[in-house]
């Protein structure tokens, strides 16, 4: 189970907190989340509450960061993930 929970001003960056696990079935719904965000300012991720990463929620997380998300809080599973495989092909 995933939870997406939207906040931000209207003139602040928003934030995205993603809680629970990131899987293969929840990619699409978060990349296309980020796709229809206003990226100006760019938009910050709130992973401090994500308990799961399989593979594609890995590769999807290494292409918000290369695409300019930035990660505002991350859990420690999850931050040693993404330091061990930034360009990873699973």
């Not at 296309?32 to 938009?43: C, G, I, N, V, Y």
């Not at 590769?59 to 061990?84: D, F, H, M, T």
Request: aromatic share 6%; charged share 25%; glycine share 6%.
């Amino acid at each position: 189970m995933l939870r997406i929970t939207r906040s931000g001003q209207s003139c602040a960056a928003p934030s995205i907190k993603l809680e629970g696990k990131l899987l293969a079935p929840w990619v699409d719904e978060v990349r296309h989340l980020f796709a229809t965000t206003d990226r100006a300012p760019a938009p910050r991720l709130n992973l401090a509450e994500l308990t799961f990463v399989d593979a594609a929620g890995a590769r999807l997380l290494n292409e918000l960061i290369r695409g300019g998300i930035q990660i505002e809080s991350c859990a420690p599973y999850v931050a040693e993930l993404l330091r061990r495989t930034p360009n990873a092909d699973y």
